[in-house]
């Protein structure tokens, strides 16, 4: 007997559902997983997946792609392209592995998530087949760092952040269980495939993919690219789902589309931001992070709210603003406490890199160019011990980031701001106005204790940095060192960028 | 009974330095005065990320700035509060 053609059964199948006799609806899909509000049970009936996949189809494409991404592997690993890679872009690599290995894992369980409570049969079957996704993309994380653990303990680390308290991962740890697991599937559909993947992987895995292929790391251009071929497909299920909330909750659509964009940025800015202006080779630098932003993020995401009738986000100024500010501040950050994350950052201050990044970003060397004047003298000095840190920096209630967000007054001077907010007799901080309101909005699902509030409460002992680095998981052989040793600032790199200005 | 206990108790604040790029975690004392309050503050940020400078510091506590032989428990600063150090310009 031949097989039928898809088209012949599939449009029946994807209707199929039970029916219950033995059990309350409500019971099978909870109002508070499944999170249809005001959208009409009858009206998910309308929900269809705009790229249509049967399990045989996928089995069948994702086994090419897998012999695809570990045949080449396979290649790499026989060469000694990996031991040239320079160390700056290495740490591109290991902050990705930490970020993102097991983040898909908990992906994985969130495409479960929606394939349990989705209200719609072909929404759940579409969530099996992502959830098969992220179980492959957590495998192969972890299968292409461990290549390099016996070489770089560093690359430990990819299965290892999730299972630490290091502020990055609280910060993206934060991020992703507000999106992921403390919502119910509509917000999750509208956090996670429709936002965070369909508007932001594109950065990490595309952009970032080039940068790779111009440093030399065809092995992890190669596992990112494999990776986002998936994303692009599952990303599709925040789509229809999106389409019914406008249609019936618009306000409801906008809060959570609006949110989840501003809080997955600012990951990104800290994720993706410093791996492109600064940890990639200057000479294979093809995009600023801001003109990656500008191509892939605003103008798709522009268009994709149009599309759907929503409008410009309340914060989309504050947004603009951050995209010339927030990286380069999270970068020092990053660089200056460098002893507290599981990569090398490079500084990325070089006299030429300094040229190139005002260029790209004309305020760079009035905000940041005295600080990094004052870090490469001391550098050229001998005094590294006043490079690093004494103490911790004050993080945001909500992303969880530093409190270094640079704006600009009335008056014209630019200065860090901090947004506080007094609430049943305690002070909550915020690195913006935005994070703030968030933060007071969806508090009940969104809050999270920050590192120093531990601190402060006495769960890290002893209360200093170093007992800090150790709560944070962080032994001396993978904190984090300048890439390549501070030779940019002993080779008369730094200061000389702008006219005018030197070393004194 | 005095409102302001004469014994030095720690109180965490959320200092910015003037020039700096972040906001940071500093303990000070009760007891201390604004001026013991900019030392301390400074003492992370100074000749680390800001270049020093033959200036007077000043404490900008609520937008205001606060007297330097002021203490912290006169000024009323609570635990977690925002406090800005800044040099004073001639």
Redesign the interface.
């Given at each position: 007997m031949g097989l039928m053609k898809r088209e012949e059964w599939q449009g029946l199948a994807g209707d199929v559902e039970w029916t219950l006799r033995y059990v309350d609806d409500e019971a099978v899909f909870p109002e508070w997983q499944c999170g249809t509000g005001k959208i009409p049970r009858e009206a998910w009936a309308g929900w269809h997946e705009a790229y249509k996949m049967t399990y045989a189809e996928y089995v069948a494409t994702q086994s090419e792609k897998e012999a695809s991404a570990y045949s080449v592997k396979a290649a790499i690993q026989r060469s000694t392209i990996a031991d040239s890679l320079d160390e700056g872009w290495k740490s591109s690599a290991k902050l990705h592995y930490g970020a993102t290995a097991l983040a898909e894992y908990a992906a994985a369980l969130a495409e479960l998530r929606m394939a349990r409570f989705g209200l719609s049969p072909r929404w759940r079957n579409m969530a099996v087949l992502g959830c098969l996704d992220e179980i492959r993309h957590t495998q192969m994380a972890l299968y292409f760092a461990h290549e390099f653990v016996a070489k770089d303990a560093q690359f430990d680390w990819a299965q290892r952040a999730y299972h630490t308290n290091d502020w990055a991962i609280v910060a993206a740890r934060g991020l992703f269980d507000g999106l992921m697991f403390s919502s119910n599937v509509v917000d999750l559909a509208l956090g996670l495939p429709l936002t965070f993947e369909s508007g932001f992987t594109n950065l990490q895995f595309v952009a970032l993919s080039a940068d790779a292929l111009a440093a030399g790391d065809v092995n992890f251009a190669n596992l990112i690219s494999s990776i986002q071929t998936d994303e692009a497909r599952h990303a599709q299920q925040g789509g229809p789902t999106l389409e019914l909330l406008v249609k019936h909750d618009p306000i409801r659509a906008q809060w959570v589309v609006d949110k989840s964009f501003w809080l997955s940025a600012r990951l990104f800015a800290i994720l993706s931001g410093p791996s492109m202006d600064y940890y990639t080779p200057l000479a294979h630098r093809r995009h600023s992070y801001k003109e990656f932003m500008q191509e892939w993020i605003m103008t798709q995401y522009m268009r994709m709210l149009k599309e759907y009738g929503l409008k410009k986000p309340w914060y989309w100024d504050e947004f603009i603003e951050g995209l010339d500010v927030w990286h380069h501040?999270l970068h020092?950050?990053v660089w200056?406490w460098r002893p507290t994350v599981w990569w090398k950052p490079q500084a990325g201050v070089s006299r030429a890199e300094r040229i190139w990044l005002q260029s790209k970003y004309p305020a760079w060397e009035e905000?940041?160019g005295?600080?990094w004047?004052?870090?490469t003298d001391?550098l050229r000095r001998g005094k590294e011990e006043?490079?690093l840190?004494?103490?911790?920096?004050?993080l945001c209630n909500l992303c969880q980031l530093?409190?270094?967000t640079?704006s600009k007054s009335a008056n014209g001077k630019w200065?860090?701001k901090?947004f506080?907010l007094d609430h049943n007799d305690?002070?909550y901080?915020f690195c913006s106005r935005v994070c703030r309101q968030i933060w007071w909005e969806d508090r009940d699902s969104m809050h999270l204790e920050t590192v120093?509030e531990r601190?402060?409460a006495g769960e890290i002992q002893p209360a200093d940095l170093g007992g800090a680095l150790a709560w944070m998981g962080i032994t001396p052989d993978v904190a984090g060192d300048d890439a390549y040793g501070y030779r940019w600032a002993k080779s008369g790199g730094g200061a000389a960028a702008a006219p005018g200005r030197g070393v004194? | 009974m005095s409102l302001v206990s004469s014994e030095p108790r720690a109180i965490?604040i959320?200092a910015?330095f003037?020039?700096?790029?972040?906001?940071?975690?500093?303990v000070v004392l009760s007891t201390d005065t604004m001026a013991d309050v900019g030392r301390k503050v400074a003492?992370?940020v100074v000749?680390?990320?800001?270049?020093p400078r033959r200036a007077d510091m000043a404490v900008y506590y609520r937008d205001e700035l606060v007297p330097s032989d002021r203490t912290v428990a006169q000024a009323g600063i609570?635990?977690?509060?925002?406090v800005l150090v800044d040099y004073v310009d001639d």
């Open positions: 501040g020092l950050g200056f905000l940041y005295p600080i004047d004052v870090i001391n006043d490079t840190p004494a103490t911790l920096p004050w530093p409190i270094c640079m200065s860090v901090d506080s305690y002070t901080h120093v601190l402060l004194r | 965490p959320n910015l003037g020039g700096d790029f972040v906001t940071l975690l500093v003492a992370n000749g680390k990320r800001v270049a609570a635990p977690l509060q925002f």
